[in-house]
């Protein structure tokens, strides 16, 4: 149906040119700003200056170093989180007495602004990689444990009396009905766990660190070059899309059997 | 716990400097407030948040129903606003210390570009689930598109539009207490900083509860507010 497919593939194709378009428009105003010196440029660096400060880190090999250095805090951190999480949060939902016993340590790391404890847990655990990656652990495990617990909460009764009605075992109904019906909602969780400990990585290197993305901008920052500050933020901003966009593809594949 | 903490450091292997017993972090948190040394930081970091998250809201609100409403607009801005999104703001910090100085403004506008997004792309999926019939119900009795507005777009966002006010809140405060410690001369995370560097583990739990404190006061007034605005609106918030 050509007159149906038509509009829509073009509507998309509009989406994307508009998209960049309002990219450039960006891009473009601030170099113009730099450019026309309405605002120190200096201080205001410029897309090519920051463009130009990228290649030269990289050239060095620094800032590559540090996106190892900060990649494998967030792995750590985020995987640690992902796995605790989600096994916490299915034991939660199956046995009544782990959440009564677990839920007031939730509540309260939910309602504790974690990044406040930072100087703790320095002392507690040290500086640089330990302390980015228990602050990045921390911030993740939150939503993925409160969203894997209202994933069980919210399997469909119908299905789980079904299950039972036919002879089926509590392992089945994890199994073919809770497991695979709590799918969105912990990916959905995972997405917001992963923005949350790429903060957790940034802070724990802001202070005190010697090496990653974090620590990298702020030696830069203080020192007014902020051209080479913002590179590794340019960095941080893209590590943050590719995670961002890659969990939200494996939703998209995962939940592809779903009835729309 | 309660009991156990303050067991575990009277008595147990949480040795002093490491841990505070909750007696300690009691005691420390009047002493800060006997002072009054607590009230004049808190003021400004409360000034520091209410600035950054007023101006987050009046951006984000009308920019995300704007986005929602005209989908060219919505186009254009989209890739900047899920960049935007995605990226860690925290980052930002070092150069908006450069850019705004260390005093009020550089928190603000952290707590600003924090609390900016999510309370945005809420509004914007908030307009975006909206009920297409509900706008052309309105539409065949004659209404016009402010009328559109008023009936459909404004009530039927409110409880997107609370859920990013909520989670704006919380990225605010963030932004607010790490954008103190990183350099500042007054504030509730300045605070925290010297207390922590100093080793003094009872005046910073202490704050740290205050600061949690407020921000579960935030959510709670969100929760109010929403709860009086749509008292039509059957069961929670999605």
């Not at chain 1, 378009?21 to 200096?42: C, H, K, Q």
């Not at chain 1, 809770?178 to 909602?185: A, D, E, H, N, T």
């Not at chain 1, 766990?193 to 005190?208: H, P, S, T």
């Not at chain 1, 995670?243 to 594949?253: D, F, S, Y």
Request: proline share 6%.
């Amino acid at each position: 149906m050509p007159s149906r497919s038509e509009p829509v593939r073009s509507s998309r194709r509009e989406a994307v040119v508009l998209g960049l378009t309002g990219l450039a428009l960006a891009v473009g105003g601030w170099e113009a700003a730099a450019r026309l010196s309405l605002v120190n440029p200096v201080v205001l660096a410029s897309p090519v200056r920051v463009g130009a400060a990228l290649a030269r880190q990289w050239s060095r090999g620094e800032l590559g170093s540090d996106l190892a250095w900060s990649g494998a805090e967030f792995a750590l951190g985020f995987g640690l989180a992902a796995v605790v999480g989600i096994v916490v949060g299915l034991a939660m939902g199956a046995w009544r007495g782990v959440e009564l016993a677990l839920d007031p340590f939730v509540w309260f790391l939910y309602a504790t602004p974690l990044v406040a404890l930072h100087p703790l847990l320095v002392v507690w655990v040290g500086f640089g990689f330990p302390v980015a990656v228990t602050l990045a652990f921390l911030l993740a495990v939150i939503p993925i444990v409160v969203n894997t617990l209202g994933a069980v909460r919210a399997a469909d009764p119908v299905l789980v009396r079904a299950v039972r009605a036919f002879g089926g075992s509590r392992r089945a109904v994890a199994t073919k009905v809770v497991l695979p019906g709590s799918l969105p909602l912990v990916l959905a969780g995972l997405r917001l766990a992963a923005g949350r400990a790429l903060v957790g990585v940034v802070v724990g290197e802001m202070f005190g660190a010697n090496a990653g993305l974090g620590f990298r901008m702020t030696l830069y920052g203080a020192r007014l070059r902020t051209a080479d500050a913002l590179a590794p933020v340019v960095l941080l901003a893209l590590l943050g899309v590719v995670v961002t966009q890659g969990l939200r593809l494996l939703e998209a594949r995962l939940g592809r059997w779903r009835p729309p | 716990m309660l009991l156990g903490w303050q067991a575990a450091g009277t008595w147990g292997p949480a040795h002093r400097g490491i841990g505070a017993t909750p007696a300690e972090v009691l005691r420390a948190g009047l002493g800060l407030l006997a002072s009054g040394e607590l009230l004049a930081h808190a003021l400004v970091s409360l000034q520091e948040l209410a600035l950054g998250f007023v101006l987050a809201v009046l951006v984000g609100v009308p920019l995300g129903l704007a986005m929602g409403r005209v989908p060219r607009l919505g186009h254009l801005l989209d890739p900047l606003v899920m960049t935007g999104h995605a990226t860690p703001r925290i980052a930002l910090l070092p150069v908006l210390v450069l850019w705004l100085g260390i005093g009020v403004a550089s928190k603000a506008a952290l707590a600003f570009l924090g609390a900016v997004f999510p309370v945005l792309v809420n509004t914007l999926a908030g307009v975006r689930q909206l009920d297409p019939l509900w706008e052309r119900a309105v539409r065949a009795f004659g209404g016009r598109s402010v009328t559109v507005l008023a009936k459909v777009v404004l009530p039927g966002t409110l409880p997107a539009v609370m859920g990013g006010l909520r989670l704006g809140l919380g990225r605010a405060l963030i932004g607010v207490i790490v954008g103190e410690m990183y350099v500042s001369v007054a504030g509730v995370g300045q605070l925290l900083a010297v207390y922590g560097n100093a080793g003094r583990t009872g005046e910073l739990l202490a704050l740290a509860g205050l600061v949690g404190l407020v921000s579960l006061a935030g959510v709670q007034a969100c929760r109010a507010a929403e709860a009086r605005l749509g008292p039509w609106r059957r069961g929670p918030a999605p």
